[in-house]
């Protein structure tokens, strides 16, 4: 989206902290806890606050709220005709409103997350003061922005119950990725483990409480009782959970489920274009139904893998819909066996699944069209508009 910006023509800073599982770009030394470098024509200011998965509640608030002030203060300091704020958490609006209110620039806030509503129906808050602050934070960060970006149809409607009447709320979800993920230059490779006739079903992303992967464990129990030692289920990714999900499948001898550690991206395109089918897995948390905007879902449909979704919501309705994959009801380990013992015994039914899937990824979810949609939003916000404007 950063570079779609620059490319209309527009000078973007990007500020963002430092996550164990990725990188900036920037491999410069530190000075003063941040660095700053160009990237693909961005300007790039790294602060040097460390964030993990792994991370407890307590250590992320605490990082959450040390960027949110010193954000802060390069958002009051720095020369802008826009800030655009993206969550979660929650605090990331704060350098938006304080610049809006104080320096009177125009502010963009993308919602990713609904705070607190997800916290919340998860069960992760339950601190009545914590929440009533979060929801007095969100009601000040709708009521601030000039503009608002969903990443879902729950998510839209959540902002629009809580913001200005009339305020322009727009809905851009994560997209496809169809330059690398459809790349005919990267060949598909199996990790060790999975025969070249096994039914290979890939989950890829965090494994943390929300992911609720234990409904993978459940139905490689089953799959192991039946006998179906031809499908393999391959997690790719890391999370405070994974540790635990791990043991599990060892106490169990759950020989048909593989745990990987977090790759490249392009490695992680071979294990995807290997793969037979994408798991879209969530706990079982009403609020996901609507309200969340995966990007393993949109990395499966740019591949061009059928998608096994385990959870009702907007995503199981495009899929049944798009009939490019299968979606099964929550915790049911039953039905989530059958669903991929059928897919084992269809393999042309399968392959002409995942051709809807990038049919859908091109014609819907292209994140070329929805960076256009991105850039003409906060273009139209701040009343300034890039060389390529019209």
Avoid at 19 to 26: A, E, P, R, V
Avoid at 37 to 57: K, T
Avoid at 253 to 277: E, R
Avoid at 347 to 370: S, W, Y
Wanted: proline content about 5%.
């Amino acid at each position: 989206m950063a570079r779609a910006l620059v490319d209309a023509g527009h000078e973007v800073l990007l500020v963002c902290g430092t996550y164990h599982g990725g990188g900036s770009g920037l491999v410069g030394p530190f000075e003063h806890g941040r660095r700053l470098g160009r990237v693909d024509g961005i300007n790039v200011l790294e602060l040097e606050l460390s964030y993990s998965n792994y991370d407890g509640f307590l250590r992320r608030s605490w990082t959450f709220l040390k960027f949110a002030v010193r954000s802060t203060a390069i958002a009051l300091r720095e020369p802008c005709d826009l800030i655009f704020a993206t969550s979660t958490p929650l605090t990331a609006a704060l350098p938006g409103i304080l610049a809006r209110w104080l320096r009177g620039r125009r502010f963009v806030f993308e919602v990713r997350d609904l705070w607190p509503e997800l916290p919340k129906a998860m069960g992760v808050i339950t601190n009545p003061i914590v929440l009533w602050l979060m929801s007095a934070l969100e009601w000040l960060s709708y009521r601030s922005a000039h503009a608002c970006i969903g990443l879902s149809p729950g998510i839209v409607d959540g902002i629009k119950r809580r913001s200005w009447e009339g305020q322009p709320v727009a809905m851009i979800p994560n997209g496809c990725d169809l330059d690398l993920f459809s790349s005919g230059e990267i060949e598909p490779r199996r990790p060790d483990g999975v025969r070249e006739t096994d039914l290979m079903a890939v989950f890829t992303g965090a494994h943390g409480i929300a992911n609720g992967l234990n409904a993978v464990i459940k139905v490689a129990e089953e799959l192991k009782r039946r006998g179906r030692d031809d499908i393999k289920l391959v997690l790719i990714g890391d999370g405070r959970l994974k540790p635990e999900l791990r043991r599990e499948a060892e106490t169990k001898a759950l020989t048909n489920c593989l745990f990987l550690d977090p790759v490249p991206k392009k490695q992680l395109v071979q294990y995807l274009k290997a793969a037979d089918i994408g798991l879209m897995i969530l706990a079982n948390v009403p609020a996901f139904y609507y309200g969340t905007s995966p990007n393993k879902f949109f990395d499966y449909l740019a591949v061009g893998l059928p998608v096994l979704n385990n959870y009702p919501g907007w995503l199981a309705e495009l899929i049944s819909q798009a009939d490019c994959g299968y979606a099964i009801h929550p915790d049911d380990p039953t039905e989530f066996a059958d669903a991929l013992v059928n897919a084992a015994g269809s393999k042309e039914r399968l392959t002409a699944m995942g051709a809807r899937a990038q049919a859908l990824g091109r014609t819907v979810f292209d994140r070329k069209r929805l960076a256009d949609d991105f850039v003409n939003c906060l273009e139209s916000t701040s009343g300034r508009l890039g060389r390529n404007a019209g």
